[in-house]
Protein backbone atom coordinates (compact mmCIF):
# COMPACT_ATOMS: atom_id res chain seq x y z
CA UNK A 1 0.00 0.00 0.00
CA UNK A 2 1.29 3.52 -0.97
CA UNK A 3 0.88 5.88 1.75
CA UNK A 4 -0.68 9.35 1.04
CA UNK A 5 0.03 12.61 3.35
CA UNK A 6 -2.31 15.26 3.08
CA UNK A 7 -0.78 18.27 5.38
CA UNK A 8 -3.17 21.63 5.50
CA UNK A 9 -0.90 24.08 6.70
CA UNK A 10 -4.02 26.72 7.06
CA UNK A 11 -7.86 26.51 7.49
CA UNK A 12 -9.73 29.60 7.26
CA UNK A 13 -12.89 29.17 8.31
CA UNK A 14 -15.10 32.43 8.63
CA UNK A 15 -18.38 32.38 10.44
CA UNK A 16 -18.42 29.91 12.43
CA UNK A 17 -17.44 30.03 16.46
CA UNK A 18 -14.08 28.41 17.46
CA UNK A 19 -15.95 25.13 18.79
CA UNK A 20 -17.84 24.84 15.33
CA UNK A 21 -14.68 25.24 13.01
CA UNK A 22 -13.36 22.32 15.52
CA UNK A 23 -16.63 20.23 14.08
CA UNK A 24 -15.72 21.23 10.50
CA UNK A 25 -11.76 20.69 10.90
CA UNK A 26 -12.90 17.20 12.14
CA UNK A 27 -15.44 16.08 9.40
CA UNK A 28 -12.51 17.28 6.94
CA UNK A 29 -10.06 14.53 8.58
CA UNK A 30 -12.98 12.11 8.47
CA UNK A 31 -13.98 12.46 5.18
CA UNK A 32 -10.53 13.10 3.94
CA UNK A 33 -9.53 9.81 5.22
CA UNK A 34 -12.30 8.13 3.93
CA UNK A 35 -12.02 9.23 0.76
CA UNK A 36 -8.60 8.18 0.75
CA UNK A 37 -8.88 4.52 1.79
CA UNK A 38 -11.50 3.92 -0.49
CA UNK A 39 -9.37 5.54 -3.83
CA UNK A 40 -8.79 2.43 -5.60
CA UNK A 41 -5.69 2.97 -7.46
CA UNK A 42 -6.20 6.04 -10.13
CA UNK A 43 -4.04 8.40 -10.93
CA UNK A 44 -3.02 11.10 -8.14
CA UNK A 45 -1.77 14.40 -10.04
CA UNK A 46 1.63 14.60 -8.87
CA UNK A 47 3.00 17.87 -7.39
CA UNK A 48 5.81 20.34 -9.05
CA UNK A 49 4.77 23.28 -6.78
CA UNK A 50 5.25 23.45 -2.98
CA UNK A 51 1.46 23.84 -2.38
CA UNK A 52 -1.99 23.72 -3.67
CA UNK A 53 -5.05 26.23 -2.67
CA UNK A 54 -8.83 24.53 -3.01
CA UNK A 55 -11.19 26.93 -4.38
CA UNK A 56 -14.08 28.20 -1.89
CA UNK A 57 -16.94 25.75 -0.95
CA UNK A 58 -20.65 26.15 -0.60
CA UNK A 59 -22.54 24.50 2.19
CA UNK A 60 -25.36 25.59 4.87
CA UNK A 61 -23.46 27.83 7.66
CA UNK A 62 -25.83 25.88 10.07
CA UNK A 63 -23.27 22.49 9.66
CA UNK A 64 -20.19 22.41 10.83
CA UNK A 65 -19.70 19.08 9.82
CA UNK A 66 -21.01 19.58 6.28
CA UNK A 67 -18.90 22.76 5.68
CA UNK A 68 -15.79 19.96 6.76
CA UNK A 69 -17.25 17.71 4.28
CA UNK A 70 -17.23 20.30 1.34
CA UNK A 71 -14.37 21.78 1.89
CA UNK A 72 -12.62 17.95 2.01
CA UNK A 73 -14.53 17.30 -1.36
CA UNK A 74 -12.56 20.17 -2.67
CA UNK A 75 -8.80 19.21 -1.46
CA UNK A 76 -9.58 15.94 -2.46
CA UNK A 77 -10.46 16.83 -6.11
CA UNK A 78 -7.47 18.73 -6.45
CA UNK A 79 -5.47 15.32 -5.72
CA UNK A 80 -8.01 13.43 -7.46
CA UNK A 81 -10.04 15.07 -10.10
CA UNK A 82 -13.56 13.12 -10.77
CA UNK A 83 -11.61 9.70 -8.63
CA UNK A 84 -13.92 8.71 -5.56
CA UNK A 85 -15.81 11.38 -4.49
CA UNK A 86 -18.77 9.49 -2.76
Known sequence: MTR???VI???VVRGLR???ARVAADA???RLTALAEG???GALLARDESSRRAGAVD???D???AVG???AGAVWGVLAPGGGRR
Open 4 to 6: LEI
Open 9 to 11: DEL
Open 18 to 20: PEQ
Open 28 to 30: LEA
Open 39 to 41: HEG
Open 59 to 61: APA
Open 63 to 65: SPA
Open 69 to 71: DAV
